[in-house]
C-alpha cells in the first residue's frame, strides 16, 4: 500500500495512492464502518485513522487490513482525485516526528570513492523536525547559507514503539518507507574532516528534509536492500544506486540506534547516500538557485523540489556553486 498525506478542505487527510488516483482513508472507513441507516459509532476510529499519521502506523497491519477492506467496499466513493501528484497538494506524511536521525558514510561504494575507512557502526547524526519540507514544495534555503548540495537517500519511517530491539525483530517495527533528500549545507574549500559541532547546522537546517510523495508500506515494498534509488537534477540524472550497497541494513540500524535511543511512530532514519552527489565532483557541482531536484525510490512518487537559494544571490555567489 502507498500512503500519502494531503492538503483537502482546509485540513490534512491521509490516503492511498494507487495509479496515479487518491483514495479517502476517512471516506472509505465511514462508508465501511457506519452503513446507512446504522447509529454512527466509530467517527473517532474513521477520524484517527484518516487524519492521524501516527496511530495509522502504529497500528499496523490490522489497521492497514480494515484500510484495504473499506477502500475495496467503498469503491469510486473515496476517489479524491483522479490524478493526485498534479490536483491535490501532497505533505510530508509526518510532520512532527520526535527524531530525524540520519547516517553518515553508509555505503560502501562512497567510503571508497573517499577513501574512508568501513564505520564499525551506524554513524548518526540529527537533523530537526522543522527540516521536513513537503515533496513539492519550493525548498527555500536559509539566506546565511549559499552552497548545498543533495543527497538521495531511502528513509525508514517507524511504525511502533522500537526500544532495545534485535536485529532480527527489528524490520517489524518500521512503517513504511519513503525518500528524503538529506539536503547538505558545505563548506568550501572543504575540510578534511568536518567537524561535530558544524553537522546540526550544516544538515539540519529549515526545509532541508523533503521527503516522497507516498509511504510505501513493508508489506507492499519487500526486502528494502534490493531497491534503487535515483536522484535527477534539472532532468539530469546525477544518483542511481542500490540499497544492497549498505553498510549498515535498516535492521541493523533500528537494532542499534533503539539500544540508547528509544524510537517512536512517526520518527525517520534516512539511510545515508552513495555515489553522485555534487561535493565530491572536481570541481564540486552544487546546486544553483532555481535548480530543480527530483528524488525517488525507482519505481514510487518521490519528491521534485525547486531550490530558493537567496544567500546566493545575495552575496554573488552562483558560480561558487558550480
Not at 17 to 42: C, M, Q, W
Not at 167 to 175: I, M, N, P, Q, T
Not at 193 to 208: M, S, W
Not at 227 to 242: F, K, S
Request: net charge negative; hydrophobic share 40%; charged share 20%.
Amino acid at each position: 500500500m502507498q500512503l500519502v498525506r494531503y492538503a483537502h478542505n482546509g485540513h490534512a487527510e491521509i490516503g492511498v495512492f494507487d495509479a496515479g488516483r487518491v483514495l479517502s482513508i476517512s471516506k472509505a472507513l465511514d462508508r465501511y464502518l457506519n452503513p446507512i441507516g446504522t447509529r454512527v459509532e466509530h467517527d473517532g476510529l474513521s477520524r484517527s485513522l484518516g487524519r492521524d499519521p501516527k496511530a495509522l502506523l502504529s497500528l499496523g497491519s490490522s489497521a492497514l487490513d480494515l484500510v484495504s477492506n473499506a477502500l475495496h467496499a467503498a469503491g469510486a466513493e473515496a476517489v479524491v482525485a483522479e490524478d493526485g501528484l498534479t490536483s491535490l497538494r501532497f505533505l510530508p506524511f509526518v510532520t512532527d516526528p520526535s527524531k530525524v536521525l540520519g547516517l553518515g558514510y553508509n555505503y560502501k561504494s562512497l567510503c571508497e570513492k573517499e577513501s574512508v575507512e568501513y564505520p564499525e557502526s551506524p554513524q548518526l547524526f540529527a537533523k530537526m523536525p522543522t527540516s521536513l519540507a513537503g515533496p513539492h514544495d519550493d525548498v527555500e534555503v536559509p539566506a546565511v547559507l549559499d552552497k548545498v548540495d543533495f543527497e538521495s537517500e531511502l528513509c525508514v519511517i517507524i511504525g511502533r514503539t522500537a526500544r532495545a530491539v534485535s536485529r532480527e525483530d527489528a524490520l517489524s517495527y518500521v512503517g513504511g518507507y519513503t525518500v528524503m533528500n538529506d539536503i547538505t549545507a558545505k563548506i568550501l574549500p572543504r575540510p578534511r574532516t568536518e567537524a561535530q559541532t558544524t553537522t546540526v547546522a550544516l544538515k539540519g537546517a529549515d526545509n532541508f528534509a523533503p521527503i516522497g510523495a507516498v509511504v510505501v508500506t513493508p508489506d507492499e515494498l519487500g526486502d528494502p536492500s534490493e531497491l534503487e534509488m535515483v536522484c535527477r537534477v534539472n532532468g539530469e540524472e546525477r544518483q542511481r544506486y542500490l540499497a544492497s550497497d549498505m553498510i549498515h541494513d535498516v535492521a541493523a540500524t533500528i537494532a542499534y540506534t533503539s539500544s540508547f535511543i528509544t524510537l517512536l511512530p512517526g520518527d525517520m532514519i534516512s539511510m545515508g547516500t552513495s555515489l553522485g552527489i555534487g561535493i565530491i565532483e572536481i570541481p564540486p557541482r552544487l546546486l544553483h538557485d532555481g535548480d530543480r531536484v527530483e528524488c525517488e525510490i525507482d519505481g514510487y512518487p518521490g519528491c521534485n523540489n525547486i531550490f530558493r537559494i537567496p544567500g546566493q544571490l545575495r552575496a554573488g555567489t552562483k558560480s561558487a556553486a558550480s
